[in-house]
């Protein structure tokens, strides 16, 4: 046989590190297929499919107009309300989506981890994936309503992408840990749906930030702040300047979160076989 | 190549069990670290209970590139664990394994099948999973459905696959991986008998002409004898022997505790006669008979006065039940049980000819046709056929044939 000399690959303990990075470019289809394989199969079990990606952002968009534009009286006068609404909902979905997908993806993917070896990274990442579908959907849908309200997306359209990622790396770094943790304490499940249900009412969703100034700094230290109020400079163009601190919290949390996932991740990857 | 392909050094890997329960929430393990406070408090030195458990220890060995390597053992001797490190799923805990070429491991057939995806979706899931690549997938993708044999059910979900056809699926996308070093665990028992010989033989195909190395695990000693060259004999996690198949086969055997089956009849009213013991020797320790090889087996009848004209015979049952021996002894044409019990029979089957597989006996103890019938039983005790003579072509297999018959045979010259 004149195959090439096969790489010599040592097995001990705490090793696995040695070639992590390499070998999650060498997975890389596999990640694609898993990714590939959610959305497929979300798409596939649900009689209404896209509707429900539809539905729930379309719902929450319209209660939060009218709470917080007709009850509390925001939006008087603003025809366009739902419209910044919408802006607030759709990074809020796809940050919500992304975390949940992620923090389960292991525990749901337990056959695989216990049969199969990869690097366990692929799971929560390739998880992101049915978020950022949903996500597009909706927003396929919020610029018909913008066309609808007689707004055309403008130049700033180009730096969506960018506050996409932040939101993605926001619910990709919480993912981790919460994922992670839940390997070990299957409770941590049950915390997910309930930071999202705080984290909605602490997120400026359904109002504006820059017309409750003694509160801005204060909201800032969400980091989703950030990426909702840049989601709205982004599509809706004419509203406000760019707020800074809130984008600086947003990174910097951001980024700090993603950090200790990853750590956090890779730390106790070792392990997931064994007590998954 | 002068390199062994894998070579294993004084690999261990430990676990923990607690005593208490797994502790699985957070709030399990927050009272338990609650609980453990208060009794350390109250008598210091008392530690929490955990116990270490080896599920492999100081385990070396070497395979060399081509070789088939059976790994044998009783169920937690370590085989699945040391697979598990080998497929890189978990590390060991001290030793080290160094591994050169690319290795494929099958640990469970349809590994991330998904029910609702359609099998065409499915084959290129699993490929991947199985570390293939697309490019890869795709160039083989007929001749995984041809070997599957599901061409008309490519677009339907496998949920509504019958389970052979999903095994079949599974298998014909792993049997179509081209790794280096294969590792398949006990995969082999599932799966409609003539799929699982046209996959024996693919497998061996894999092994024989390209050159592969395969390490397999199976509980079928047939099926491990027919396949593997070299054998690693694991108990409690420790090498117990390696090498030559047919020696690690024997040594197993040896390994068992008991060399020969007894059966003794529970409790029974002494008046009536009845079998009251057997005793099987087979020429294998651990109730393992070897093809070709005698069978004594010693009957002991319980009796208080002589039976008149008694009959006593038996079957020997394989795994379907069905009859495929039956031998007899009737008082008429050789007189027995004609004092006061008990009497002791000895029957020997000088060269057993059964095929391979698991048999049972069935006993019939009675006087001659129309009078007493006293016993009719199945004991609780079985035997296992095995060839170890020669390998075969196409494997041994219990369901080809009942027995084997010698026989010679001649080939005319060609013209």
Known sequence: ?276 | MSQPVISVENLGKRYYIGHQARHDTLRDRLAHGARGLVRRWRNPGDLPAIEEFWALRDVSFQVNQGDVVGIIGRNGAGKSTLLKILSRITEPTVGRAVIRGRVASLLEVGTGFHPELTGRENIFLNGAILGMSRAEIQRKFDEIVAFAEVERFLDTPVKHYSSGMYVRLAFAVAAHLEPEILIVDEVLAVGDAEFQKRCLGKMRSVARQEGRTVLVVSHNLNQIATLAGKGLLLHQGRTVAAGDITGVIQSYFGSRTSACAEWSVPEKPAATPHLSRIRLQTSEPGNVQAYGRALTLEFELHHQEPVKDACFSFQILNSSAQPAVHLWLYSADRPFATGPGPTRLRCEIPFVRLNVGHYTLRLFFSGPPGSAFFEMTEPDLAFEVVRLDQPTLFGWRSEVCAYFETAAWQVDPAR
């Open chain 1, 1 to 276: 046989m004149n195959r090439p000399e096969a790489p010599e690959l040592v097995l001990e303990a705490g090793r696995a590190s040695r070639h992590y990075w390499a070998d999650l470019w060498r997975y890389r289809e596999l990640l694609g297929f898993l990714a590939w394989r959610d959305v497929k199969v979300r798409y596939k079990q649900t009689a209404l499919g896209v509707a429900w990606a539809i539905l729930q952002p379309v719902v929450t968009t319209g209660i939060f107009s009218f709470i917080f534009g007709v009850l509390a009286g925001m939006g008087k006068g603003d025809r366009t309300y739902p419209l910044m609404v919408m802006a607030g909902v759709l990074p809020w979905q796809l940050f919500a989506n992304g975390l949940s997908g992620a923090s389960g993806s292991l525990v749901s993917n337990t056959n695989l981890i216990s049969k199969v070896y990869f690097p366990r990274l692929i799971v929560p990442v390739s998880a992101l994936a049915v978020a950022v579908i949903d996500f597009l959907i909706v927003l396929g849908i919020f610029v018909i309503a913008g066309l609808a309200f007689g707004h055309l997306p403008g130049w700033r359209w180009v730096f969506l992408p960018l506050f996409m990622g932040e939101a993605l790396l926001l619910s990709l770094g919480a993912g981790l840990w919460l994922t992670a943790l839940t390997v070990k304490y299957r409770d941590f499940r049950f915390i997910v749906p309930f930071l999202l249900q705080v984290g909605v009412f602490l997120s400026p969703i359904g109002f504006r930030t820059d017309i409750l100034p003694n509160w801005r700094d204060l909201l800032a230290l969400n980091p989703l702040t950030g990426v909702i109020e840049g989601f709205r400079w982004c599509l809706l163009g004419n509203e406000g300047t760019f707020y800074w601190p809130s984008f600086a919290t947003s990174l910097l949390v951001g980024a700090i979160v993603l950090a200790g996932g990853l750590w956090y991740f890779r730390r106790t990857e070792r392990s997931f076989a064994d007590i998954i």
